[in-house]
């Protein structure tokens, strides 16, 4: 096992397009994360799921944002309409249930840039 | 709710001198603390983490951190500074069992580290 695997490592689109990322977690981990980081800030918690279910959106994942973790393994990260705003690096970790952030392994992280 | 400051966004240091990044936290329940390290364009790598076990926590490639309650601290620290220490920094705190959010991270803004020969 490779660790976290997150595709495509740079992502350039141009505004209004949607966009869509994948992360591949640790394969016994069943606890997957998204966080955002933009630039001269610190990561900042979107989601995450617990095998498939979704159990926790934050308020920054606004009705453009969709994420999806179907049959518990890699899980999908989407953008609709994309904004310059969005621009980031979108960071996914993964983590063993009983262990949470104390288990985590992160990626290296999609960088999208919305031109 | 949960919080982490890290005063310093900035911090240089000569090659060979000691490294101090200074982390507080505010937290309601007795929390768990990270430190993350980011190279550019890189992902985050945890460096040490506290919870609730002892209070001097040793992590890798030479860092440390102490927990200090009183101070409600969790300052980084590495004796000798070493070229390959030039990154980005992150303190973290988990709200992990205090009935809000399962298992997140809230980051610091982070604090750069430059190491000069």
């Known amino acids: 096992d490779t660790g976290v695997s997150q595709n495509p490592r740079h992502k350039i689109t141009k505004r209004g397009q949607n966009v869509t990322f994948r992360c591949d977690p640790i394969s016994e981990h069943n606890r997957l994360y998204w966080y955002r980081q933009t630039l001269g800030q610190g990561p900042e918690f979107l989601t995450y799921f617990q095998n498939e279910a979704q159990l926790e959106k934050s308020r920054l994942l606004s009705d453009r944002f969709s994420a999806e973790r179907p049959k518990g393994s890699f899980s999908t990260l989407e953008i609709q309409r994309t904004e310059q705003g969005d621009s980031a690096m979108y960071l996914c970790?993964?983590?063993?249930?009983?262990?949470?952030?104390?288990?985590?392994?992160f990626g290296s992280g999609t960088r999208l840039t919305v031109v | 709710a949960q919080s982490v400051t890290q005063l310093d966004s900035h911090v240089s240091v000569s090659e060979g001198t000691p490294v101090l990044l200074r982390c507080n936290y505010s937290?309601?329940?007795?929390?768990?603390l990270f430190w993350y390290v980011q190279h550019p364009n890189k992902g985050l790598q945890l460096l040490l983490k506290?919870?609730?076990?002892?209070?001097l926590v040793k992590g890798i490639n030479g860092f440390e951190a102490e927990f200090k309650k009183s101070e409600t601290s969790f300052h980084l620290t590495k004796p000798s500074a070493h070229m390959s220490d030039a990154a980005e920094y992150f303190c973290?705190?988990?709200?992990?069992?205090?009935?809000?959010?399962?298992?997140?991270?809230?980051f610091g803004k982070g604090t750069k580290l430059s190491v000069k020969p």
């Open positions: 937290s309601s329940y007795s929390p768990s």
């Open positions: 506290y919870t609730s076990a002892a209070t």
């Open positions: 973290a705190v988990s709200g992990e069992g205090n009935g809000g959010s399962q298992g997140n991270l809230i």
């Open positions: 970790a993964s983590s063993a249930r009983d262990r949470g952030p104390r288990g985590y392994t």
